[in-house]
């Protein structure tokens, strides 16, 4: 059962019906709209009705954002059965969660990435004490439909999120085709361009068996281009334009569990 029909409920569902999941999913939101999307384009089942939703579920995932989480714990009240819940809120952390809604709730937070909507995808998984290895290996086992799944310290699970999201590929994509364009490609070349450059490299590392460090010494030959290029780039702040990037992403995190 998903509480909330946004774009990672979205992603999810998008993955899990490419990997064939065979349980029903359930979504519940609050606009009817978005339900009636999810439906047309899915074929799960909707509940418009919270209370009902909470009542029918045996596996719960709160995929809202996080200034949105505390109402609805709010507006869902209490729980006095054992129900395994996991939540999607970047930066709200168990403790808080479990004061909303305690025991005999367990508590996990998953960081799922949108790409699982292709089926590689990739999600960090963190869980409370009170779960069982069964209802551990059940997320698991959900999460693994639609890519690789990572089980780490909570303490850890900003530091994911910072550094995991599709967006710094987008992102780099972007601003790598851009500047490709200003030096005369077309649009086209510059995009097929900067995406080998990124993702096809990236790929054949993962894919290979080649230490990273080898492969930079390997692209930058001494006096060529690709070593004038890197330089470029390291002297003009790059690794420190990285770190403020991930440092102004855990300073949102860190906002979102204050206001949860």
Same mark, same amino acid.
């Given at each position: 059962?998903?509480?909330?029909?946004?774009?990672?409920?979205?992603?999810?569902?998008?993955?899990?019906?490419?990997?064939?999941?065979?349980?029903?999913? %359930?979504?519940?939101?609050?606009?009817?709209?978005?339900?009636?999307?999810?439906?047309?384009?899915?074929?799960? %089942?909707?509940? *418009?009705?919270?209370?009902?939703?909470?009542?029918?579920?045996?596996?719960?995932?709160?995929?809202?954002?996080?200034?949105?989480?505390?109402?609805?714990?709010?507006?869902?009240?209490?729980?006095?059965? *054992?129900?395994?819940?996991?939540?999607?809120?970047?930066?709200?952390?168990?403790?808080?969660?479990?004061?909303?809604?305690?025991? *005999?709730?367990?508590?996990?937070?998953?960081?799922?990435?949108?790409?699982?909507?292709?089926?590689?995808?990739?999600?960090?998984?963190?869980?409370?004490?009170?779960?069982?290895?069964?209802?551990?290996?059940?997320?698991?086992?959900?999460?693994?439909?639609?890519?690789?799944?990572?089980?780490?310290?909570?303490?850890?699970?900003?530091?994911?999120?910072? %550094?995991?999201?599709?967006?710094?590929?987008?992102?780099?994509?972007?601003?790598?085709?851009?500047?490709?364009?200003?030096?005369?490609?077309?649009?086209?070349?510059?995009?097929?361009?900067?995406?080998?450059?990124?993702?096809?490299?990236?790929?054949?590392?993962?894919?290979?068996?080649?230490?990273?460090?080898?492969?930079?010494?390997?692209?930058? %030959? *001494?006096?060529?281009?690709?070593?004038?290029?890197?330089?470029?780039?390291?002297?003009?702040?790059?690794?420190?334009?990285?770190?403020?990037?991930?440092?102004?992403?855990?300073?949102?995190?860190?906002?979102?569990?204050?206001?949860?």
């Amino acid at each position: 059962m998903f509480l909330g029909g946004g774009r990672i409920t979205s992603a999810l569902i998008a993955g899990l019906r490419l990997a064939k999941y065979d349980k029903p999913i %359930t979504v519940h939101d609050r606009h009817p709209s978005k339900l009636r999307q999810l439906k047309k384009q899915y074929a799960v %089942t909707v509940e *418009p009705n919270l209370h009902q939703a909470v009542r029918q579920a045996g596996l719960l995932i709160l995929a809202v954002r996080p200034d949105s989480m505390s109402g609805l714990l709010r507006e869902i009240g209490s729980i006095h059965r *054992p129900l395994s819940i996991v939540s999607l809120a970047a930066g709200v952390p168990i403790s808080k969660l479990r004061a909303r809604l305690k025991p *005999p709730i367990r508590w996990a937070r998953a960081m799922p990435s949108p790409v699982c909507r292709s089926g590689h995808g990739l999600t960090a998984l963190t869980f409370d004490r009170a779960f069982s290895p069964k209802a551990r290996r059940e997320i698991v086992h959900l999460f693994e439909q639609v890519g690789t799944v990572l089980e780490i310290p909570e303490d850890q699970f900003d530091a994911f999120t910072v %550094t995991y999201s599709s967006s710094h590929g987008y992102h780099a994509l972007a601003t790598l085709a851009v500047s490709a364009q200003r030096l005369g490609l077309n649009r086209k070349t510059a995009l097929v361009a900067a995406a080998h450059a990124l993702a096809d490299g990236i790929a054949s590392w993962r894919d290979g068996n080649i230490p990273l460090p080898r492969l930079l010494h390997e692209a930058s %030959t *001494p006096g060529g281009i690709a070593a004038a290029v890197m330089n470029a780039m390291d002297s003009s702040g790059y690794e420190r334009i990285i770190k403020q990037g991930l440092r102004a992403g855990i300073a949102r995190a860190r906002k979102n569990a204050k206001r949860a």
